[in-house]
Every structure is written in structure tokens, then in C-alpha cells.
């Protein structure tokens, strides 16, 4: 099985659109990387096209400018703070304690990472053109895979949230 942070951005995003928009379930991560034709037939694909005209590039003045909810059916919600050197906090919503952890934008994706009660999250957050609230694929412990959604918060300094 290929480590989730081996994977390519487009083996990611496709990842996502299975969980996202064909209903795939909490599962394992595939056993072996996208071959040269899956890779081609899925990205040619329509759904997959309009899936992805559906989705827009983050900013960096935009990660930074806000504190995110993220959310799954399964687990507590995590609250995100972002700062400007590529760290984070990472919390339950619920409670106090706080984890530290990294972030990085590349080709518009925000991919984070941090450990919290002893496993190990890698989370890519894939911006929605229509609305704030966010998609993310989570994988847990380089194994699981879990869609999640995300919500950036309002900050006064920015103005308002985005959440329509």
C-alpha cells in the first residue's frame, strides 16, 4: 500500500470525487497507485469535469485569515487555527486541548497534518466554488480514508464568513 503523502495531487482529488460524488464509504486506502490509463480514463471523464469545474484554488490570505471548523459523521468536529509559518493548532471543539501541526498550499490544495490522541491525520481541504462550506479527504494512520467537510469562521478583522 503507497503512503497517502507518496500519492500524486490528481490520485488525491480523484480519491475524493469517489468518496464525494459516488458514495464510496469509510474504507482502507487503494493497495496501488493509479495506473497510466486510470489516471487517463477519470480525468477525462464528465462527472469527474464537472466535479472538478465545482472547485477552486485556496489562498494563502485566506487559510490564514480564518479559524476552519472540519466535520465528520463519525468524529468530534476539530477547530483550525493557521499561521502564516506553515504551522497550525489543531482542538476539539468541545474542550481545551490543542495539538500543534504543519500545513502547506500547493496547486491550491491546503494539505495539513497533526497527531491528535495518538494517530496521525493527513487532511487535504479542496475549495467549493459555489459555497464555503469545503471538501477534505482525511486519512488516518496511513490506512483509513474518511470524507470530511470543512467551514472557515468568521474573523472581524476579514469581514464576514463565507457560509452562505
Not at 458514495?23 to 487517463?40: C, H
Not at 474542550?95 to 491550491?108: A, F, Q
Not at 462550506?133 to 476579514?158: G, R
Request: hydrophobic fraction near 40%; aromatic fraction near 10%.
Amino acid at each position: 500500500m503507497p503512503q497517502y503523502s507518496l500519492l500524486s495531487e490528481l490520485e488525491r482529488k480523484v480519491i475524493l470525487f469517489n468518496y464525494e460524488k459516488r458514495g464510496q464509504k469509510n474504507s482502507l486506502l487503494p493497495f496501488a497507485r493509479l495506473s497510466d490509463d486510470d489516471r487517463s480514463f477519470i480525468s477525462t471523464e464528465g462527472d469527474y469535469i464537472l466535479w472538478e469545474l465545482g472547485k477552486r484554488k485556496l489562498l494563502v490570505d485566506e487559510v490564514i485569515s480564518h479559524s476552519w471548523i472540519i466535520m465528520s459523521k463519525q468524529n468530534s468536529p476539530l477547530i483550525l487555527k493557521f499561521n502564516d509559518n506553515n504551522h497550525l493548532q489543531a482542538g476539539n471543539l468541545f474542550d481545551d486541548k490543542t495539538v500543534d501541526g504543519v500545513w502547506n498550499l500547493e496547486g491550491g490544495i491546503l494539505s495539513i497534518c497533526f497527531r491528535y490522541e495518538q494517530r496521525s491525520y493527513y487532511i487535504d481541504i479542496i475549495a467549493n466554488n459555489k459555497r464555503a462550506i469545503h471538501s477534505a479527504l482525511q486519512i488516518t494512520d496511513e490506512q483509513s480514508v474518511e470524507l470530511l467537510k470543512v467551514i472557515p469562521l468568521c474573523n472581524a478583522k476579514y469581514g464576514t464568513s463565507l457560509i452562505d
